[in-house]
């Protein structure tokens, strides 16, 4: 488990890269490629991916860093790790591009398959909030700290925060399900992280993901989220969500906020039916 200096180390080094990615998300035009997988890259994601792996090898030397933006080392080096960082130096390059706002920066310390430690800088809502496992979730918003409360309203409607961009066939059925269990389901499209802030804050209550997702894209948030008394579940097989596999590639996972996981609990297993497309 990380140590408070530590924590503030790391606090300190994601508000950095966030004030970096700020300055160039201002600049009227970017630098922009498309990688491999035909999704683009910026100028920003390579300075922040650049500044995080520097000073994460300078502050924890002895621990590798795995980021969305290097190469990723091969399986049969990473699963001799005990512990390794993940890092997704900007999450939500598509909003970064079309200046939507939504955009975070991900960092979350894995251990053993799991992750220990979760931050997600929000940047455009000037939130950090983070988690490590066994304790509780804490938000630095506008410069002031505190423990990240819950929002304990309820509404007739199923707030679920879905992709601006990335929505499935798949996700749209398991809405269309939901609505034919009587439930009235709000969307509310976000960018990047910054829907699993929603889910940690009980500001929204479920978020499918069924869509190509990686590693980086969910630790931190699971984390938190799971800290904050949520649910992270594959509803395939209804297990967690495993870290550091051969392919860095997600399976489908569902985000419940802790007002849902509790009505799971006491029996509730519409929320976790996983509707196949074609099925």
Not at 134 to 160: A, F, H, P, R, W
């Amino acid at each position: 488990m990380l140590a408070e200096e530590s924590i503030n180390q790391v606090l300190e080094m994601i508000e950095k890269a966030g004030n970096a990615l700020l300055d160039v998300y201002k600049k009227q035009d970017l630098d922009i490629e498309m990688k491999a997988d035909a999704t683009p890259v910026t100028e920003a994601d390579k300075l922040s991916n650049e500044m995080l792996r520097k000073d994460l090898k300078s502050l924890f030397p002895d621990i590798p860093v795995v980021s969305e933006e290097s190469n990723v080392p091969e399986y049969n080096v990473r699963k001799k790790w005990d512990m390794f960082w993940l890092v997704d130096p900007l999450d939500g390059t598509k909003e970064f591009i079309y200046k939507n706002g939504r955009f975070c920066v991900n960092v979350a310390l894995i251990e053993d398959g799991q992750p220990i430690f979760g931050v997600i800088n929000n940047v455009r809502d000037n939130e950090i909030i983070w988690a490590s496992k066994n304790d509780k979730c804490y938000i630095k918003k506008d410069g002031v700290i505190s423990e990240l409360s819950q929002n304990t309203s309820t509404g007739s409607k199923l707030k679920m925060v879905v992709s601006r961009f990335n929505m499935t066939e798949a996700e749209f059925e398991y809405i269309d399900y939901l609505q034919t269990k009587g439930y009235s389901v709000e969307l509310i499209p976000l960018g990047a992280s910054a829907k699993q802030c929603e889910i940690a804050k009980g500001l929204a209550d479920i978020y499918p993901k069924f869509g190509r997702c990686y590693e980086w894209d969910s630790a931190a948030g699971q984390l938190i989220v799971e800290t904050a008394g949520g649910l992270v579940v594959n509803p395939e097989n209804y297990s967690n969500v495993e870290y550091n596999k051969e392919s860095m590639v997600n399976p489908p996972f569902i985000m419940f906020s802790k007002k849902l996981k509790e009505q799971i609990e006491e029996g509730n297993e519409v929320f976790i039916h996983y509707h196949k497309t074609g099925n």
